[in-house]
T-cell receptor, first 113, second 111 residues
Framework: GQQLNQSPQSMFIQEGEDVSMNCTSSSIFNTWLWYKQDPGEGPVLLIALYKAGELTSNGRLTAQFGITRKDSFLNISASIPSDVGIYFCAGVSNSNSGYALNFGKGTSLLVTP | DTGVSQDPRHKITKRGQNVTFRCDPISEHNRLYWYRQTLGQGPEFLTYFQNEAQLEKSRLLSDRFSAERPKGSFSTLEIQRTEQGDSAMYLC?????????FGPGTRLTVL
């Protein structure tokens, strides 16, 4: 599958700070998805983006689908300790097998009280 | 329906043994996917079904891996003659569109 580059690899922040992470690809995607994964659990869907330029919010989370369709970012505002986890971006392209997801390697977020 | 479920959550086996994992998707979802996730990596696509038809299996890691979805509802993933390198989290997801919802995964440890 296509390689997604996700950055930063890890972040260590204080409670209340805002967080920004992004994902880039050399290939075009038709859908971008952002997931959060806790240790020993499956990824949980946070936000789904379906159109280039789309900006979508889910509570304190905001994500955008890049105009070039090759990138996306996720922002978390006013972080809290339960935001700790690994955040994955995933892209879907028309060439994929039945909309199989291509994942980045994740951004590990640590939040100190 | 509370979401995708997987069984067992954990499996420890000895090298050379066969293992089978089960996935129950969200009931109205016609697509079902299997992924493998190793430490420090994102999930890696293995195979997918639309209803009972397995429409992509070229990404299965070897011929020791096979999957079925006989009635278009639950699915099983079998690994024959397990190797230590098969140790990983095996994730199932289901969807009716581009958006996939994941189960909690089965953690396989091969000794």
């Amino acid at each position: 599958g296509q390689q997604l580059n996700q950055s930063p690899q890890s972040m260590f922040i204080q409670e209340g700070e805002d967080v920004s992470m992004n994902c880039t690809s050399s290939s075009i995607f038709n859908t971008w998805l952002w997931y959060k994964q806790d240790p020993g659990e499956g990824p949980v869907l946070l936000i789904a983006l379906y159109k280039a330029g789309e900006l979508t919010s889910n509570g304190r989370l905001t994500a955008q689908f890049g105009i070039t369709r090759k990138d996306s970012f996720l922002n978390i505002s006013a972080s809290i300790p339960s935001d700790v986890g690994i955040y994955f971006c995933a892209g879907v392209s028309n060439s994929n097998s039945g909309y199989a997801l291509n994942f980045g390697k994740g951004t590990s977020l640590l939040v100190t009280p | 329906d509370t979401g995708v479920s997987q069984d067992p959550r954990h499996k420890i086996t000895k090298r050379g043994q066969n293992v089978t994992f089960r996935c129950d998707p969200i009931s109205e979802h016609n697509r079902l996917y299997w992924y493998r996730q190793t430490l420090g990596q994102g999930p890696e696509f293995l195979t997918y079904f639309q209803n009972e038809a397995q429409l992509e299996k070229s990404r299965l890691l070897s011929d020791r891996f096979s999957a079925e979805r006989p009635k278009g509802s639950f699915s099983t993933l079998e690994i024959q003659r397990t190797e230590q390198g098969d140790s990983a989290m095996y994730l199932c997801a289901s969807s009716s569109s581009d958006t996939q919802y994941f189960g909690p995964g089965t953690r396989l440890t091969v000794l």
